[in-house]
């Protein structure tokens, strides 16, 4: 199918966002930023849409969808009730990178929640794709924009590799602001549960709660994999990755080491910007300072796509600081890594 590409200077223009509302409203499937990845959104309301949209990313139907809506006010129509915990992070944190799991009520069909009882409501920061759920007059369902099983895309080019074709619309958004998709809280636990670190983080949710709130996993990560190849392949490039634990020296003599022997295949390593001059590899990707885990979370999936862009064979990255944000970096870089790491220390090497 030809798909609209739409700039960013034409995007907030009010005859697009009325024609992009349209066809929404007719079931018809378009690609927009927002603060965290970019989403294909759909409208939530309709079964045909939200089959459509497992279609094209080529996702298991049982995997359910984010529900987005334009305004905080705006979840109540979905939700059987809003807890007072409901109440207390919405008023904290929406607009922005927090999706919360409730009761759904009859409105939503379970096509789009997978036949769960329950919902995942989010109200984006991002003025426009705020305007364009507005625009539509319906809440969207937007799964991350990149085809099941690849990195989340987080830049134009990434949504027209994977999605040109097969959408009716992309909005170019340019590069998202924070990289990583939502925090994941389901609110239906008993303890209040992160199925997905994100951007708003654990220590955030504590404060707003004034209560301990539990580690989890998503239900896409705990369930049995349908073959023994499927398992893992969240965010993968096609090369091997290895995530490196250890004092960055021996992470880089042991590295270095590796790629010397093995000439053959192509390497490259991702990691902190002041650690990069320490590799003697043909392709090192420094993506921030190790201090900033801002800017490597907005760069971390672009790296992950350079990798098969640039066909590399083995991919070499030393773990990040896991603190605040950092958790929610080294969920995405494991899960790239099929969980595949090394801890090297400086007498010992072990595999683990
Ligand atoms: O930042 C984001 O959340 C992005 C942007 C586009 O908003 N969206 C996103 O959607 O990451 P998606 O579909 O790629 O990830 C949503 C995750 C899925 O792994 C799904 O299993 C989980 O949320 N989820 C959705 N509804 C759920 C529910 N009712 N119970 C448990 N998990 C749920
Ligand atoms: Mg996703």
């Known amino acids: 199918m030809q798909t609209w590409l739409i700039d960013s200077d034409n995007f907030m223009k009010e005859d697009t966002l009325r024609r992009l509302g349209a066809i929404l409203r007719n079931g018809g499937l378009v690609v927009f930023p927002t603060e965290t990845v970019y989403g294909i959104g759909g409208n939530a309301l309709d079964m045909a849409a939200a089959r459509r949209i497992y279609e094209v990313k080529g996702r298991p139907s049982d995997n359910p969808l984010i529900v987005h809506v334009a305004d905080p006010d705006d979840a109540v129509r979905y939700v059987r009730e809003l807890s007072d915990d409901a109440r207390l992070l919405i008023r904290a944190y929406w607009p922005g990178p927090l999706t919360l799991i409730m009761p759904k009520n009859d409105v939503v069909p379970l096509a789009t929640t997978a036949g769960l009882a329950t919902i995942a409501i989010r109200c984006p920061r991002h003025e426009g794709a705020r305007a364009l759920i507005r625009a539509a007059g319906i809440p969207i369902a937007a799964p991350s924009a990149n085809k099941s099983g690849r990195p989340s895309a987080t830049r134009f080019d990434h949504v027209k590799e994977d999605m040109e074709g097969f959408v009716d619309a992309i909005v170019d958004g340019g590069a998202s602001e924070i990289g990583l998709e939502s925090t994941v809280l389901d609110l239906t636990a008993p303890v209040p549960t992160i199925l997905r670190p994100g951007a708003v983080t654990k220590s955030m949710l504590e404060t707003t709660l004034q209560k301990a709130v539990a580690m989890g996993r998503l239900a896409s990560e705990t369930e049995a994999p349908k073959s023994p190849g499927m398992k893992y392949v969240h965010y993968a490039p096609k090369g091997e990755v290895?995530?490196?634990?250890?004092?960055?020296?021996?992470?880089?003599?042991?590295?270095?080491?590796?790629?010397?022997?093995?000439?053959?295949?192509?390497?490259?390593v991702i990691c902190a910007s002041e650690d990069a001059a320490s590799f003697h590899v043909e392709?090192?990707?420094?993506?921030?300072?190790?201090?900033?885990?801002?800017?490597?979370?907005?760069?971390?999936?672009?790296?992950?796509?350079?990798?098969?862009?640039?066909?590399?064979?083995?991919?070499?990255?030393?773990?990040?600081?896991?603190?605040?944000?950092?958790?929610?970096?080294?969920?995405?870089?494991?899960?790239a890594a099929g969980y595949r790491t090394m801890r090297l220390d400086e007498k010992n090497t072990k595999k683990t």
Request: aromatic share 4%; proline share 4%; glycine share 4%.
């Open 283 to 335: 392709t090192v990707l420094g993506i921030g300072h190790a201090d900033d885990p801002d800017a490597i979370a907005k760069e971390l999936f672009s790296a992950l796509r350079d990798m098969d862009r640039l066909k590399i064979e083995r991919i070499h990255i030393p773990a990040f600081p896991e603190a605040e944000l950092g958790a929610a970096i080294m969920n995405r870089l494991l899960k």
């Open 242 to 268: 290895t995530v490196y634990y250890g004092a960055i020296e021996s992470i880089a003599s042991h590295v270095n080491a590796v790629v010397a022997a093995d000439e053959k295949r192509r390497h490259a």
